[in-house]
T-cell receptor
Framework: QLQLQESGPGLVKPSETLSLTCSVS??????????WGWVRQPPGKGLEWIGS???????YYNPSLKSRVTISVDTPKNQFSLELSSVTAADTAVYFC?????????????WGQGTMIIVSS | SYVLTQPPSVSVAPGKTARITCGGN??????VHWYQQKPGQAPVLVIY???DRPSRIPERFSGSNSGNTATLTISRVEAGDEADYYC???????????FGTGTKVTVL
C-alpha cells in the first residue's frame, strides 16, 4: 500500500527558501500510476493546493504561488520535493504531500500526515 | 479563477441527516470530490466523481451534483462524523486543483 511521509526543517526564516521532501513507500515514484502533489493549510484555515508533478515530469502550480514554487522528483531516493522561495509569515502552515491515481479522478486519495512549517526570525 | 463556496458551519443532531453544499459556476460540468478532515489529521477522501465512495467509506456518505451546487449528504449522523469537510474540483481550463472554503460539521 502506498504511503507518504513529509520531512522538513520546522522553522524557516523570512526571505529564505523552504525545502520539503515527501518520501514514498509501497511503489516506485517513477511509476506511471501516480501523480504527486503538495497541499498546505495555514493554522485555522482551509486547504490550498500548491502544485503537482506527473510521472512524465510535467508540473502544474497554483498561480498565486507559481513564481516562488518548484516541485521535482528524485527517482533514486523515491522522493519528491517542494521548494518555496522568499517565504513570509503568510507561508506558515501545515504542508501535506499527496498522491492521486493518474488514470483516476483528479482527487488526492493518499496523503502524508503533514508537517508544520513556521516562518519566523 | 474558479471559486468554490461552502457554508462555514453545519450543525446536526445524532441520527439526523447533514447536507453540506458546495457552490460553483456551472459546477455540474465538473467532477466534485469531497474530503473529511478531523483535527490534527490529514484529509480523507470520502466521495469522488460526485457520488462514488471509496470502499472504506460508510454508505451513510453520499454525494450529488446539479446546476451550480454539489452536495455531500451524511445520513444517520454519528459523533465521529464531526469534522471539517472540503469539496474540490479540477479546473481543466487552467489545470488547477481548487478546494472549497470548508464546512465545519458539529454534532449536537
Amino acid at each position: 500500500q502506498l504511503q507518504l511521509q513529509e520531512s522538513g526543517p520546522g522553522l524557516v526564516k523570512p526571505s529564505e527558501t523552504l525545502s520539503l521532501t515527501c518520501s514514498v513507500s509501497g511503489d516506485s515514484i517513477s511509476s506511471s500510476t501516480y501523480s504527486w502533489g503538495w497541499v498546505r493549510q495555514p493554522p485555522g484555515k482551509g486547504l490550498e493546493w500548491i502544485g503537482s508533478i506527473h510521472y512524465s515530469g510535467s508540473t502544474y502550480y497554483n498561480p498565486s504561488l507559481k513564481s516562488r514554487v518548484t516541485i521535482s522528483v528524485d527517482t533514486p531516493k523515491n522522493q519528491f520535493s517542494l521548494e518555496l522561495s522568499s517565504v513570509t509569515a503568510a507561508d506558515t502552515a501545515v504542508y501535506f504531500c499527496a498522491s492521486r491515481v493518474f488514470s483516476g479522478p483528479h482527487a488526492f486519495d493518499i496523503w502524508g500526515q503533514g508537517t508544520m512549517i513556521i516562518v519566523s526570525s | 479563477s474558479y471559486v468554490l463556496t461552502q457554508p462555514p458551519s453545519v450543525s446536526v443532531a445524532p441520527g439526523k441527516t447533514a447536507r453540506i453544499t458546495c457552490g460553483g459556476n456551472n459546477i455540474r460540468s465538473k467532477s466534485v470530490h469531497w474530503y473529511q478532515q478531523k483535527p490534527g489529521q490529514a484529509p480523507v477522501l470520502v466521495i469522488y466523481y460526485d457520488s462514488d465512495r471509496p470502499s472504506r467509506i460508510p454508505e451513510r456518505f453520499s454525494g450529488s451534483n446539479s446546476g451550480n451546487t454539489a452536495t455531500l449528504t451524511i445520513s444517520r449522523v454519528e459523533a465521529g462524523d464531526e469534522a471539517d469537510y472540503y469539496c474540490q474540483v479540477w479546473d481543466s481550463s487552467s489545470d488547477h486543483y481548487v478546494f472549497g472554503t470548508g464546512t465545519k460539521v458539529t454534532v449536537l
